[in-house]
């Protein structure tokens, strides 16, 4: 969580230095009182690379299976996910949930176990802050079923760049 911070504040930084370098005039119009304006300058502000997206999927849950106390989602290195997530049943009602984040970690609990009644999540992180070029964001997710503490590997769920 402090990591995130520290790379959001440090992303706002980099923008405000990129922009205040930018050139600053970037559009003037004359004024003499016989023409119309015309545009002297223009300029382009500088890309920085990161953009903030609100990642989202769906995890299907087994018919007959055991109650989820626990959703474990490992993340990716080069992405930043802030604890601004919920999850929602297929009916699309958000479900009580408690985050514990930290900076490669979330941990879902489910303070009302998740049943195999529910038969999918959906599961949305509102404010990642992901490069806009390169690879696949590979999220790797285990669960903890009632009355056990052993992660059970979930799969992996692939959301591409921009």
């Given at each position: 969580m402090i990591q995130t911070k520290?790379?959001?504040i440090y992303v706002a930084v980099c923008n405000l230095a990129i922009t205040?370098?930018?050139y600053a005039d970037y559009a003037i119009a004359k004024t003499d009182n016989d023409k119309l304006g015309t545009i002297e300058d223009s300029s382009q502000y500088i890309h920085t690379g990161w953009q903030l997206v609100k990642q989202t999927f769906q995890l299907h849950i087994p018919k007959n299976g055991k109650a989820i106390s626990q959703?474990?989602?490992d993340v990716p290195p080069k992405v930043a996910v802030s604890n601004d997530v919920d999850v929602l049943d297929e009916q699309g009602q958000k479900i009580k949930i408690n985050i514990l984040a930290s900076s490669q970690r979330i941990i879902?609990?489910?303070p009302e176990p998740v049943t195999s009644s529910t038969n999918k999540l959906q599961i949305n992180f509102?404010?990642?802050?992901q490069p806009i070029t390169g690879s696949l964001s590979i999220?790797?997710?285990s669960a903890k079923v009632v009355g056990s503490s052993?992660?059970?590997p979930v799969g992996e769920v692939q959301i591409p760049s921009f």
């Open positions: 520290r790379m959001l205040s370098l930018s959703l474990i989602i879902i609990n489910f509102n404010k990642v802050l999220y790797h997710l052993v992660e059970i």
